[in-house]
Protein backbone atom coordinates (compact mmCIF):
# COMPACT_ATOMS: atom_id res chain seq x y z
CA UNK A 1 0.00 0.00 0.00
CA UNK A 2 0.80 3.38 -0.80
CA UNK A 3 1.09 5.90 2.26
CA UNK A 4 2.70 8.79 3.41
CA UNK A 5 3.16 9.69 7.82
CA UNK A 6 3.55 12.59 9.09
CA UNK A 7 4.11 11.50 12.63
CA UNK A 8 4.03 15.25 14.16
CA UNK A 9 0.51 16.95 14.56
CA UNK A 10 2.17 19.81 15.82
CA UNK A 11 5.34 21.59 16.70
CA UNK A 12 5.79 24.61 18.31
CA UNK A 13 9.24 26.53 18.38
CA UNK A 14 10.80 29.98 19.44
CA UNK A 15 12.05 32.12 16.58
CA UNK A 16 15.65 31.18 15.33
CA UNK A 17 15.00 27.81 16.28
CA UNK A 18 16.32 25.38 13.82
CA UNK A 19 12.54 22.89 13.65
CA UNK A 20 13.04 19.36 11.30
CA UNK A 21 9.44 18.17 10.23
CA UNK A 22 9.51 14.19 9.51
CA UNK A 23 7.93 12.31 6.89
CA UNK A 24 8.02 8.43 5.89
CA UNK A 25 6.53 7.12 3.13
CA UNK A 26 5.76 3.74 2.01
CA UNK A 27 5.74 2.18 -1.57
CA UNK A 28 7.07 -0.64 -3.40
CA UNK A 29 7.56 1.65 -6.58
CA UNK A 30 11.16 1.67 -7.72
CA UNK A 31 10.19 4.93 -9.27
CA UNK A 32 8.45 7.65 -7.33
CA UNK A 33 8.58 11.17 -6.42
CA UNK A 34 8.02 13.08 -3.40
CA UNK A 35 7.30 16.35 -2.43
CA UNK A 36 6.82 19.26 0.41
CA UNK A 37 3.73 21.96 0.23
CA UNK A 38 3.17 24.78 2.88
CA UNK A 39 -0.30 25.42 3.71
CA UNK A 40 0.16 29.06 5.31
CA UNK A 41 -3.34 30.77 7.78
CA UNK A 42 -4.26 32.43 4.33
CA UNK A 43 -5.01 28.34 3.22
CA UNK A 44 -3.52 28.30 -0.37
CA UNK A 45 -1.01 25.07 -1.29
CA UNK A 46 2.39 26.44 -1.82
CA UNK A 47 5.21 23.99 -3.61
CA UNK A 48 8.56 24.02 -1.82
CA UNK A 49 9.91 20.74 -3.81
CA UNK A 50 9.92 17.64 -5.59
CA UNK A 51 12.64 14.77 -5.45
CA UNK A 52 12.02 11.70 -7.53
CA UNK A 53 13.26 8.59 -6.43
CA UNK A 54 16.47 8.02 -8.62
CA UNK A 55 18.01 11.71 -6.59
CA UNK A 56 19.32 11.19 -2.78
CA UNK A 57 20.96 14.65 -3.30
CA UNK A 58 20.00 16.66 -0.59
CA UNK A 59 19.04 20.21 -1.20
CA UNK A 60 19.27 23.63 0.57
CA UNK A 61 17.21 26.55 -0.22
CA UNK A 62 17.77 29.61 1.67
CA UNK A 63 16.83 28.49 5.48
CA UNK A 64 15.37 25.05 4.01
CA UNK A 65 16.85 21.96 3.46
CA UNK A 66 15.54 18.59 2.56
CA UNK A 67 16.91 15.35 3.75
CA UNK A 68 16.17 12.59 1.78
CA UNK A 69 17.16 8.66 2.63
CA UNK A 70 15.39 5.91 0.44
CA UNK A 71 17.12 3.29 2.96
CA UNK A 72 14.87 4.26 5.86
CA UNK A 73 11.69 5.71 3.04
CA UNK A 74 12.09 9.11 4.56
CA UNK A 75 12.23 12.72 3.24
CA UNK A 76 12.71 14.99 6.34
CA UNK A 77 12.14 19.54 6.06
CA UNK A 78 14.68 21.17 8.48
CA UNK A 79 13.63 25.08 8.47
CA UNK A 80 16.79 27.02 10.37
CA UNK A 81 16.46 29.95 11.81
CA UNK A 82 12.93 29.67 11.17
CA UNK A 83 10.88 33.16 11.66
CA UNK A 84 7.00 34.21 12.61
CA UNK A 85 6.37 33.73 8.34
CA UNK A 86 7.05 29.97 8.38
CA UNK A 87 4.09 29.20 11.03
CA UNK A 88 1.50 26.94 8.45
CA UNK A 89 0.96 23.73 7.96
CA UNK A 90 3.41 21.75 5.59
CA UNK A 91 2.39 18.38 4.05
CA UNK A 92 4.72 15.62 2.64
CA UNK A 93 3.15 13.79 -0.63
CA UNK A 94 4.17 10.88 -2.55
CA UNK A 95 3.44 10.25 -6.51
CA UNK A 96 3.95 7.20 -7.76
CA UNK A 97 4.88 6.23 -11.27
CA UNK A 98 2.81 4.02 -13.77
CA UNK A 99 0.61 7.10 -15.26
CA UNK A 100 -1.36 7.88 -12.00
CA UNK A 101 -0.19 11.52 -11.40
CA UNK A 102 -2.20 11.74 -8.18
CA UNK A 103 -0.68 13.71 -5.17
CA UNK A 104 -0.56 11.05 -1.62
CA UNK A 105 -1.08 13.59 1.21
CA UNK A 106 0.46 12.99 4.33
CA UNK A 107 -1.85 14.23 7.84
CA UNK A 108 0.08 17.33 7.67
CA UNK A 109 2.75 18.98 10.35
CA UNK A 110 1.30 22.17 11.64
CA UNK A 111 4.73 24.40 12.69
CA UNK A 112 3.67 27.51 14.99
CA UNK A 113 6.71 30.28 15.36
CA UNK A 114 6.62 32.11 18.04
CA UNK A 115 8.26 35.50 18.09
CA UNK B 1 0.56 33.29 -6.77
CA UNK B 2 0.32 30.31 -8.62
CA UNK B 3 -1.40 31.21 -11.85
CA UNK B 4 -4.14 28.50 -11.16
CA UNK B 5 -7.18 30.55 -10.51
CA UNK B 6 -10.61 29.45 -8.84
CA UNK B 7 -14.23 30.51 -8.74
CA UNK B 8 -16.20 31.37 -6.53
CA UNK B 9 -13.86 31.99 -3.03
CA UNK B 10 -16.32 30.90 -0.73
CA UNK B 11 -19.80 28.66 -1.47
CA UNK B 12 -22.67 28.22 1.55
CA UNK B 13 -25.61 26.00 0.20
CA UNK B 14 -28.10 23.80 1.42
CA UNK B 15 -28.39 20.32 1.55
CA UNK B 16 -29.54 18.70 -2.14
CA UNK B 17 -28.06 21.37 -3.70
CA UNK B 18 -26.15 21.48 -6.84
CA UNK B 19 -23.44 23.43 -7.55
CA UNK B 20 -20.16 23.81 -9.61
CA UNK B 21 -16.64 24.95 -9.06
CA UNK B 22 -14.70 26.78 -11.86
CA UNK B 23 -11.03 26.84 -12.58
CA UNK B 24 -8.27 27.85 -14.58
CA UNK B 25 -5.17 25.73 -14.96
CA UNK B 26 -1.74 28.09 -15.58
CA UNK B 27 -1.26 29.18 -18.89
CA UNK B 28 -0.09 26.31 -20.87
CA UNK B 29 -0.79 23.22 -17.81
CA UNK B 30 -2.53 20.20 -19.61
CA UNK B 31 -3.31 18.38 -16.83
CA UNK B 32 -5.53 19.86 -14.07
CA UNK B 33 -6.06 18.17 -10.57
CA UNK B 34 -9.26 18.32 -7.83
CA UNK B 35 -8.76 17.86 -4.67
CA UNK B 36 -11.03 17.72 -1.38
CA UNK B 37 -9.69 18.98 1.84
CA UNK B 38 -11.92 18.30 5.28
CA UNK B 39 -10.77 17.93 9.13
CA UNK B 40 -11.50 14.35 8.88
CA UNK B 41 -10.13 13.17 5.40
CA UNK B 42 -6.71 15.29 4.99
CA UNK B 43 -6.36 15.96 1.56
CA UNK B 44 -7.92 13.54 -1.00
CA UNK B 45 -7.08 13.36 -4.78
CA UNK B 46 -10.49 13.27 -6.32
CA UNK B 47 -10.07 13.16 -10.46
CA UNK B 48 -7.47 14.25 -13.18
CA UNK B 49 -8.08 15.73 -16.46
CA UNK B 50 -5.21 15.88 -19.42
CA UNK B 51 -6.16 18.13 -22.40
CA UNK B 52 -9.82 17.62 -21.98
CA UNK B 53 -9.46 13.80 -21.48
CA UNK B 54 -10.14 11.69 -17.67
CA UNK B 55 -6.65 10.58 -16.44
CA UNK B 56 -7.05 8.67 -13.12
CA UNK B 57 -10.02 8.69 -10.53
CA UNK B 58 -9.97 8.82 -6.99
CA UNK B 59 -12.26 8.52 -4.08
CA UNK B 60 -14.77 10.71 -6.16
CA UNK B 61 -18.02 10.00 -4.74
CA UNK B 62 -21.26 9.12 -8.11
CA UNK B 63 -22.78 12.85 -7.33
CA UNK B 64 -19.41 14.52 -8.37
CA UNK B 65 -18.97 14.73 -11.86
CA UNK B 66 -16.15 17.29 -13.89
CA UNK B 67 -14.75 17.55 -17.06
CA UNK B 68 -12.37 19.74 -18.74
CA UNK B 69 -13.33 21.93 -21.78
CA UNK B 70 -11.69 22.91 -25.14
CA UNK B 71 -9.96 25.79 -23.27
CA UNK B 72 -8.33 23.49 -20.79
CA UNK B 73 -10.63 25.27 -17.91
CA UNK B 74 -12.66 22.94 -15.58
CA UNK B 75 -15.63 22.41 -13.56
CA UNK B 76 -16.20 20.36 -10.43
CA UNK B 77 -20.32 19.49 -10.34
CA UNK B 78 -21.41 18.36 -7.04
CA UNK B 79 -24.64 17.61 -6.57
CA UNK B 80 -27.25 16.44 -3.93
CA UNK B 81 -25.27 17.98 -1.59
CA UNK B 82 -24.49 16.98 1.96
CA UNK B 83 -23.40 18.36 4.83
CA UNK B 84 -20.59 16.14 4.86
CA UNK B 85 -19.30 17.85 1.49
CA UNK B 86 -18.56 20.97 3.71
CA UNK B 87 -14.80 21.17 2.75
CA UNK B 88 -11.97 23.37 0.89
CA UNK B 89 -11.84 22.36 -2.85
CA UNK B 90 -8.77 22.44 -4.61
CA UNK B 91 -7.90 22.51 -8.17
CA UNK B 92 -4.01 22.18 -9.40
CA UNK B 93 -2.67 22.06 -12.53
CA UNK B 94 0.80 20.47 -14.20
CA UNK B 95 2.45 21.01 -17.37
CA UNK B 96 2.57 17.25 -18.06
CA UNK B 97 1.43 14.07 -16.38
CA UNK B 98 4.00 11.90 -14.29
CA UNK B 99 5.52 13.18 -11.35
CA UNK B 100 5.43 16.80 -12.13
CA UNK B 101 4.93 19.56 -9.75
CA UNK B 102 1.41 20.30 -8.91
CA UNK B 103 0.48 24.14 -8.44
CA UNK B 104 -2.32 24.46 -6.78
CA UNK B 105 -5.24 27.30 -6.93
CA UNK B 106 -6.48 29.15 -3.66
CA UNK B 107 -9.68 26.60 -3.01
CA UNK B 108 -12.95 26.57 -3.27
CA UNK B 109 -14.56 26.90 0.47
CA UNK B 110 -17.51 24.75 0.58
CA UNK B 111 -20.19 24.95 3.36
CA UNK B 112 -23.49 23.36 3.22
CA UNK B 113 -26.11 23.48 5.67
Known amino acids: AQKVTQAQTEISVVEKEDVTLDCVYE???????LFWYKQPPSGELVFLIRRNSFDEQNEISGRYSWNFQKSTSSFNFTITASQVVDSAVYFCALILSGGYNKLIFGAGTRLAVHP | DSGVTQTPKHLITATGQRVTLRCSPR?????VYWYQQSLDQGLQFLIQYYNGEERAKGNILERFSAQQFPDLHSELNLSSLELGDSALYFC????????????FGPGTRLTVL
Open chain 1, 27 to 33: TRDTTYY
Open chain 2, 92 to 103: ASSALTGGNEQF
Open chain 2, 27 to 31: SGDLS
